[in-house]
């Protein structure tokens, strides 16, 4: 069964609407869907933050990873988003730009919805699978968001 996000339009909207008017949502400010330019800082955020964590900890410096080290910031990110996100509803990158992820179906329903262990799951592996994020929709929801069936909402 497909999330509701992938049903038709509702009476009135059309596909030359706004990012987030299909879904029912504001055109801007709080509630809105939040945009590529603001999402991309927010990952770079949480990237960097877990890059240097992990070399504050292995006392390494900046380009001195190699090998399967490398791939311990894509781990902490990935521990990073699944706590966060499913306890949450964001990130640090997300909290610092005024961003939140909700579960669609419960918006749609009219309630805020965390979106839980198992879509903070499903987001974080295909968010680190990286293309996923790329091949976005008519509302700029990534492959990973509407997989989980979440949106990335501006907060203010």
Same mark, same amino acid.
């Given at each position: 069964?497909? /999330?509701?996000?992938?049903?038709?339009?509702?009476?009135?909207? !059309? +596909?030359?609407?706004? /990012?987030?008017?299909?879904?029912?949502?504001?055109?801007?400010?709080?509630?809105?869907?939040?945009?590529?330019?603001?999402?991309?800082?927010?990952?770079?955020? +949480?990237?960097? &933050?877990?890059?240097?964590?992990?070399?504050?900890?292995?006392?390494?410096?900046?380009?001195?990873? !190699?090998? !399967?080290?490398?791939?311990?910031?894509?781990?902490?990110?990935?521990?990073?988003?699944?706590?966060?996100?499913?306890?949450?509803?964001? !990130?640090?990158?997300?909290?610092?730009?005024?961003?939140?992820?909700?579960?669609?179906?419960?918006?749609? +329903?009219?309630?805020?919805?965390?979106?839980?262990?198992?879509? &903070?799951?499903?987001?974080?592996?295909?968010?680190?699978?990286?293309?996923?994020?790329?091949?976005? +929709?008519?509302?700029?929801?990534?492959?990973?968001?509407?997989?989980?069936?979440?949106?990335?909402?501006?907060?203010?």
């Amino acid at each position: 069964m497909f /999330p509701a996000c992938f049903a038709g339009y509702p009476a009135g909207v !059309t +596909d030359t609407a706004y /990012p987030g008017a299909a879904l029912g949502l504001p055109e801007r400010g709080a509630g809105s869907v939040a945009r590529f330019p603001r999402r991309l800082v927010a990952i770079f955020i +949480d990237w960097f &933050a877990c890059t240097f964590i992990v070399l504050a900890a292995l006392r390494v410096p900046w380009g001195g990873l !190699t090998g !399967t080290e490398s791939l311990l910031p894509l781990g902490l990110f990935a521990v990073e988003n699944v706590l966060l996100i499913s306890t949450a509803g964001l !990130t640090l990158g997300h909290g610092l730009l005024g961003l939140r992820v909700h579960r669609l179906a419960a918006l749609q +329903d009219g309630r805020p919805g965390m979106p839980g262990l198992r879509t &903070a799951l499903i987001r974080t592996v295909l968010l680190c699978l990286v293309i996923p994020a790329f091949i976005v +929709d008519r509302h700029g929801r990534g492959l990973h968001d509407r997989v989980a069936g979440t949106v990335l909402l501006k907060s203010r």
